[in-house]
């Protein structure tokens, strides 16, 4: 399984703070967000960042592991 | 926790930091250091045109935190200090009371200054931290600032 992880407004907009996807060998971050914006798209209208197992990550076309840890994320406002 | 051990140099935490406290951990790191600089974030009551009452604080715990340790390790690099100290606190924070410390550390005035200012400003780019305004009109997340 992947864990999804969501955080301050988009956790809002999706009404969850995590979500469980199911692993497919040769998935990429950019299928879990495709699948993931056609759900909830109003969400993902802010997400501007991706983190993959607790790193920012750049690379979208990333392959994804078994119980990989994805976070969508919007701009961050600490400080 | 014995009062007199020093805490970790990156933290975050719910509970409200004392200044001194880490400027003396600061301080305690070397004797060559000639300037700290230091900035210090608070809760506005007042925002947009609307009265605050409180902000709430989310966060990616463990990412925001190894963020911010390679913040205080990246700055420490790039402007020589001596040593560097950062605390954020989550959860929920009234109008007037701390958010944010950072200090750095260094044996002169500038690198200090300049760090200062470098890790506050990078603070609010790379960590995942989102703050919430409540207000008697309602809640609102912040759209960061530039």
Redesign the interface.
């Known amino acids: 399984m992947i864990k999804v992880?969501f955080?301050?407004?988009v956790?809002?907009r999706v009404g969850a703070t995590e979500l469980k996807v199911e692993f497919h060998a040769g998935m990429r971050v950019q299928d879990l967000r495709a699948r993931l914006q056609a759900l909830y798209p109003a969400a993902f209208e802010i997400v501007c960042?991706v983190?993959l197992n607790?790193?920012?990550l750049l690379d979208m076309s990333t392959a994804l592991t078994d119980n990989s840890e994805v976070?969508f994320?919007?701009?961050?406002?600490?400080? | 926790m014995a009062d007199n051990e020093i805490k970790a140099a990156v933290r975050i935490q719910h509970e409200d930091f004392s200044q001194d406290e880490e400027i003396r951990a600061l301080q305690a790191s070397s004797k060559r250091m000639g300037g700290i600089g230091t900035f210090l974030g608070c809760a506005r009551d007042f925002s947009e045109g609307r009265d605050v009452s409180e902000i709430s604080f989310d966060a990616y715990g463990s990412m925001a935190l190894s963020e911010m340790s390679k913040l205080r390790t990246d700055a420490i690099a790039k402007f020589g200090l001596l040593d560097a100290r950062i605390v954020h606190r989550i959860g929920t924070v009234k109008g007037g009371e701390n958010i944010v410390f950072i200090a750095a550390g260094a044996e002169h005035r500038v690198a200090a200054l300049e760090a200062c200012r470098w890790m506050i400003d990078e603070l609010k780019q790379r960590v995942p931290i989102w703050k919430k305004e409540i207000t008697p009109q309602g809640d609102a997340w912040v759209t960061p600032h530039p």
Not at chain 1, 73 to 79: A, D, E, I, L, P
């Open positions: 992880l955080f301050g407004p956790a809002e960042f983190a607790g790193e920012h976070v994320m919007s701009k961050f406002s600490g400080g």
